[in-house]
């Protein structure tokens, strides 16, 4: 076995090769067998509930007919109430020690991936290149496939992982996507509820001189193209693993693009590639999330 051959997941039951190939109906009946039969695949069986409520709100947000999609004009794929400028999120979903709210369906997706729980701890050992690197990339695939259009799919996804008890548990995120992007008319309005949303799940991290919306390092170097602290794909993850100090010291992270999934097959050594390859390194709003929690900057650019 290479580096990069993936090491099957959940309870051996999943083929990162295969599913990276996936259409949107397999990944739909994947994501109905777990709601159904999470033991079968390793996943806690006290978190059903958790699955189907993700399961249903991933098909009600799926492009082209679920429901809440196309309740009201624009079409979205987030969770919001009818006819109303309001966003109306899960209630918060608990994974170790924490707990946030979600309404993007990128982000559901991985919170369900999320709760499917650690690495494997038999067999071959999980690694960045045989477990976490397929794992983010997958992720980024279907993310594509659930997009009304691939350039409405997410820019970045991410995960980051740690040890707990001695396994490896990894977080997913996207960066934010799904609603109606724009300066102008309902666009401009979902557009800054969404961005002012996600920044204010990071408030308790944020110091002088970012805390307000409209502040961050990234708008400090560039004001036309920054972005706001909770626009990034780590916006959840480090929420849920570099906020845990139990976790801290030992996280890890590999942020990818989604463009960067047309290959046919899966291909580890590719997608692993500093050029060729769709990793990246964190960006400017991140390294600053990193110093101001304390994790090691070097564990989230593991390609150099």
Request: hydrophobic residues 35%.
């Amino acid at each position: 076995m290479t580096d990069f051959q993936p090491i099957l997941a959940f309870n051996g039951r999943f083929d990162f090769t295969a599913a990276y190939t996936w259409e949107k109906p397999a990944i739909h009946n994947f994501l109905d067998n777990v709601a159904a039969n999470p033991a079968a695949y390793g996943a806690p069986a006290d978190r059903q509930a958790d699955f189907q409520l993700l399961r249903t709100y991933i098909k009600d947000l799926d492009f082209p007919n679920g429901q809440i999609y196309k309740q009201d004009e624009p079409y979205q794929q987030i969770l919001r109430k009818l006819n109303q400028f309001v966003l109306d999120p899960t209630n918060p979903i608990p994974w170790l020690r924490h707990r946030e709210p979600f309404y993007i369906i990128f982000d559901l997706l991985g919170v369900f991936l999320s709760l499917m729980g650690p690495a494997p701890t038999t067999g071959t050992a999980p690694t960045p290149k045989n477990y976490f690197l397929p794992l983010v990339v997958v992720y980024a695939k279907w993310c594509t496939k659930l997009a009304p259009e691939t350039n409405q799919s997410p820019t970045v996804v991410q995960v980051t992982w740690s040890t707990d008890n001695n396994k490896l548990y990894p977080f997913l995120g996207a960066s934010a996507r799904g609603y109606a992007y724009g300066t102008d008319g309902p666009p401009r309005e979902w557009t800054k509820l969404v961005q002012e949303t996600r920044h204010g799940y990071l408030n308790g991290v944020l110091q002088a001189p970012y805390r307000n919306f409209g502040t961050s390092p990234g708008i400090a170097a560039d004001a036309e193209t920054g972005t706001n602290f909770g626009n990034c794909a780590e916006t959840y993850p480090f929420l849920y693993i570099l906020a845990d100090n139990a976790l801290l010291a030992n996280s890890y992270g590999i942020a990818y693009k989604p463009a960067k999934t047309t290959r046919p097959v899966y291909d580890g050594a590719r997608f692993w590639h500093k050029t060729r390859g769709g990793m990246l390194p964190p960006c400017i709003n991140c390294k600053q999330l990193i110093t101001w929690y304390g994790a090691t900057e070097a564990h989230f650019n593991l390609n150099v």
